[in-house]
């Protein structure tokens, strides 16, 4: 019976040793540990078998089935045994729940996967699998940083600025007077191939651009021919301040024209605009 059980809750580590079902519904599954490695210390990974007590957690799991689960682990709480930790006591940690973790693995790869490739947004994601919002975003920040590789090297890079989400007033430092804050992001673009989107940063200033850019490889740097931007004196200050040593700065043909228009006294020639514009030059 239990080990039908351990089989059917699908969670390796774990044994299941009873299932109550509650006046709500709820399914209470008790759990002890199976894993030897479970009492492995987690700071200096030496193995104790000297047990202090024991205690009750509840980690959050995948639903299964209409009704909830809730998962009642009872672990051994061990005292390290090794005279260099620093660490005194630890319970059992498995690979479905390392340590410091309120929620199984597979529960943070199923909300990943739901935000991140099924596009669902956080919140929802969250109400349906009965954790908060802060704990969603992180298995999905978790998912993100697997699953992202690092840019390729480009040799067109646009950059441009992208409104995020709407102004909102807030008190200055004195809490007497309401400033208004505009959320814009710097958008990274690979121009030349197909990478699309490369990378996202909170600002549009030159540190903004200068941080990012120093964050990548020397070769992606490096290999940087042409920079197209839009008329942004900040982004044109980054670029030029010996960050990408290759890149000449290339004004779209789409914002020089959009600023001709608005000042109608533009003294660009047709020569000028020509060499503003980038192979690939898009908006
Ligand atoms: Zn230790």
Not at 196 to 201: D, I, N, T, Y
Request: aromatic residues 4%; proline residues 5%.
């Amino acid at each position: 019976m239990a080990d039908a059980t351990s089989l059917l809750l699908g969670l390796e580590g774990l044994e299941v040793t009873g299932v109550v079902t509650q006046v709500d519904r709820v399914r209470v599954v008790d759990v002890v540990t199976t894993d030897p490695e479970a009492s492995r210390c987690p700071d200096c990974c030496v193995v104790s078998r000297s047990v202090k007590d024991r205690t009750v957690t509840r980690p959050r799991d995948i639903r299964y089935g209409d009704d909830p689960i809730l998962l009642r682990w009872n672990k051994t709480r061990y005292r390290c045994v090794n005279q260099e930790c620093a660490r005194v006591t630890f319970t059992e940690s498995i690979s479905q729940v390392p340590p410091r973790r309120r929620t199984t693995t597979r529960l943070r790869t199923q909300i990943g996967r739901s935000v991140g490739e099924a596009a669902r947004s956080v919140s929802e994601v969250a109400t349906g699998v009965g954790v908060s919002w802060p704990t969603a975003h992180a298995a999905f920040v978790e998912h993100a940083e697997q699953v992202l590789i690092d840019p390729q090297p480009v040799r067109v890079l646009g950059i441009d600025e992208t409104r995020r989400g709407r102004p909102r007033w807030i008190k200055d430092a004195d809490g007497r007077r309401w400033v208004r804050v505009d959320p814009w992001d710097t958008g990274f673009v690979d121009l030349g191939g197909d990478q699309g989107l490369l990378g996202q940063v909170e600002g549009r200033t030159s540190a903004a651009v200068t941080d990012w850019l120093t964050t990548q490889s020397e070769q992606f740097r490096t290999e940087i021919t042409h920079v197209v931007i839009d008329p942004s004196a900040a982004y044109a200050a980054a670029v030029t301040d010996t960050v990408l040593p290759n890149a000449q700065v290339v004004v779209d043909h789409f914002h020089l024209i959009k600023l001709c228009q608005r000042h109608r006294h533009c003294g660009a020639t047709s020569g000028d605009l020509r060499r503003s514009r980038s192979p690939r030059a898009q908006t």
